[in-house]
């Protein structure tokens, strides 16, 4: 909650403060930004072993921002949502089911654009 008696900076890091809670909160209790955080590791590791280019690393470090980005936001919606209405109801699980479709379509994309990255770079090793 924002407190009238703070100044800009005083604010600001207040609000770093929350932001960095709720990263730790999310690596630590949420099995799949754990798994994407493990993709994204993977895929730096092989973007430092084949030597991607700076480009391909812009790309390749947006895609996985983009992926946690909608995974995280997805576990928002999912627990306001539960926290709106516990029990099943069909319309929650609608609402449910599109939030999880916006890091379905980033992890997609994302790995479409690993594939044109590193296809060529794999099969060079053959």
């Known amino acids: 909650m924002k407190n009238p008696n703070d100044g800009f900076l005083r604010g600001r890091l207040r609000s770093l403060k929350f932001a960095l809670k709720g990263t730790w909160l999310l690596i ?12 994204g ?17 812009m790309i390749q470090l947006l ?3 983009l992926v946690l980005v909608a ?12 926290f ?10 609608f609402i449910k089911d599109i ?5 379905a ?3 997609i994309f994302a790995f479409i654009i690993a594939a044109i990255i590193y296809t ?5 090793l053959f």
Do not use: R
């Open 63 to 65: 895609c996985i921002a």
């Open 105 to 107: 379509f980033a992890a």
């Open 41 to 57: 590791i993977v895929a730096v590791i092989m973007g430092f072993y084949f030597s991607i280019s700076p480009v391909e690393w």
């Open 28 to 39: 630590t209790t949420e099995d799949s930004i754990k798994a994407q955080l493990f993709f």
């Open 71 to 82: 995974e995280s936001l997805n576990t928002a919606i999912e627990k306001t949502a539960d």
């Open 84 to 93: 709106v209405h516990p029990d099943y109801h069909k319309k929650i699980g």
């Open 99 to 103: 939030a999880a479709g916006a890091p």
């Open 120 to 124: 060529p770079k794999i099969l060079e």
